[in-house]
């Protein structure tokens, strides 16, 4: 793996930024909703990771728990907890290539047998092992030509991602104004 991802540790304080709005990735996110959360630094207690839109992330605490995330980078400042393995491919247009390793069973069982702690609930993944998965690298030109299905479908994804989170704000605006009766919709012909 090592010879195609890097791991990226690039630190940012919420404490030096604290009127900063950014794009937040961390596990309740990851596990209420798939969708990072927007908000003010100064509500954020710890260091992050900088994320950018060539990496992808897998979670380190708990690795028996498939956590793996394509941000969407929607904004300038996107950060994720350093619960998160963060990965860049060496390469950018081989980017989801990388992150379909990830999402792969074989790289899902080195994670897991690559952890420390004492209990089930506190496992954590040790980053540097993850570079020593071992796979067999097609030619660049086979990598490529993979990302090129692949990516289209993966954008696809994340902009259904987007909509969908647009759907929902609507939805939750509009729902209490219908049921109180403040917006009549009953002369709407469908």
């Not at 990302?147 to 991602?161: F, G, H, R, W």
């Amino acid at each position: 793996m090592g010879q195609i991802a890097e791991l990226k540790t690039d630190s940012w304080s919420p404490a030096k930024n604290p009127d900063v709005m950014v794009e937040h990735y961390s596990i309740p996110a990851f596990d209420e909703q798939h969708y990072p959360v927007f908000e003010i630094a100064a509500g954020i207690k710890s260091n992050k990771y900088i994320l950018n839109s060539n990496s992808v992330m897998i979670s380190k605490l708990n690795p028996d728990t498939k956590r793996i995330w394509r941000p969407l980078c929607l904004s300038a400042h996107s950060v994720c907890s350093t619960e998160f393995i963060v990965y860049e491919a060496k390469k950018q247009e081989q980017r989801d290539y990388i992150y379909s390793i990830l999402d792969s069973t074989p790289f899902l069982n080195h994670l897991c047998s690559h952890t420390t702690g004492s209990t089930n609930s506190r496992q954590r993944a040790t980053p540097k092992s993850t570079l020593d998965f071992t796979l067999c690298l097609p030619p660049d030109s086979i990598i490529e030509d993979f990302c090129q299905i692949v990516t289209p479908m993966y954008d696809l994804i994340a902009s259904n991602i987007v909509e969908n989170q647009s759907l929902a704000k609507t939805r939750d605006s509009l729902l209490p104004r219908l049921m109180s009766g403040e917006l009549d919709v009953s002369n709407i012909q469908i």
